[in-house]
């Protein structure tokens, strides 16, 4: 089974400061993908990064980055220089490659607020 | 256009009633898959297909909930018997393959209120 812990249900940050949205996750598949996904009020689920558990290097995508600690079973987002744009739900997701791991397993998600 | 696309964006119908949803992926996107989303909630897998193999509908629910893929490519979620609890909001997405890790894209969804 696979799970995603996301502990921050809600966080603020300073327009054009940097912010760390919190991921662990728990599996059993030896290969797997990490993914975070961007939620605004209007509802749609907006793919943001992606990270593969045999990748060396850590993700990056823009003024997006993750931060893989694969011994620590964390896959923080990082947003630097935030923007008033960013404030939205952000979801960490996983699949694995086996059977029903192969769905994506969402965390319950952090609701990101910029303030001007 | 070149997202995945659902219909209807909102759907208000009454307990009992029968509702059907439709996505249509993204054109090149073998996989599919439907997800439920309740007020103030994650997501929660409901079905996914795979080209022509047999769907994996570990997610549904309840017998109440089918869904179907013709010709590969448009899809359609069947809710039966409507409860309240069937309020939500159901995501389709499509991704190039589930063989390796192609990531998700997602249509803005149906907004479902059984009244």
């Known amino acids: 089974a696979q799970k995603i812990t996301q ?18 996750y728990d599996t059993s598949d030896p290969s797997y993908g990490l993914f975070w996904y961007k939620q605004p009020s209007s509802g749609e689920m907006i793919f943001l990064i992606y990270q593969g558990s045999y990748d060396q290097q850590n993700a990056t995508e823009g003024r997006y980055s993750l931060n893989f600690q694969k011994a620590r079973k964390s896959a923080n987002l990082v ?26 397993t969402f965390g319950s998600g952090t609701q990101l607020t910029v303030l001007p | 256009g070149a997202g995945v696309s659902q219909s209807p964006s909102n759907k208000v119908t009454e307990k009992g009633k029968d509702v059907e949803l439709r996505c249509d992926p993204i054109s090149g996107h073998t996989a599919l898959y439907w997800y439920r989303q309740s007020l103030g909630q994650g997501l929660e897998f409901l079905i996914y297909f795979q080209g022509n193999s047999a769907p994996d509908k570990s997610g549904l629910p309840s017998d109440r909930f089918s869904a179907e ?30 063989g390796d890790f192609q990531p998700q894209h997602f249509g803005d969804g149906t907004r479902l209120s059984i009244l």
């Open chain 2, 69 to 98: 893929r013709t010709g590969g490519s448009v899809s359609t979620l069947t809710i039966q018997r409507t409860q309240q609890e069937d309020s939500a909001v159901y995501l389709c997405a499509s991704s190039l393959t589930t």
């Open chain 1, 7 to 24: 502990t921050q249900p809600g966080m603020f940050v300073q327009e054009k400061e940097a912010v760390t949205l919190d991921c662990t």
């Open chain 1, 79 to 104: 947003i630097s220089a935030s923007q008033l744009g960013d404030s939205a739900m952000y979801f960490c997701a996983m699949r694995g490659r086996s059977g029903s791991a192969r769905q994506l």
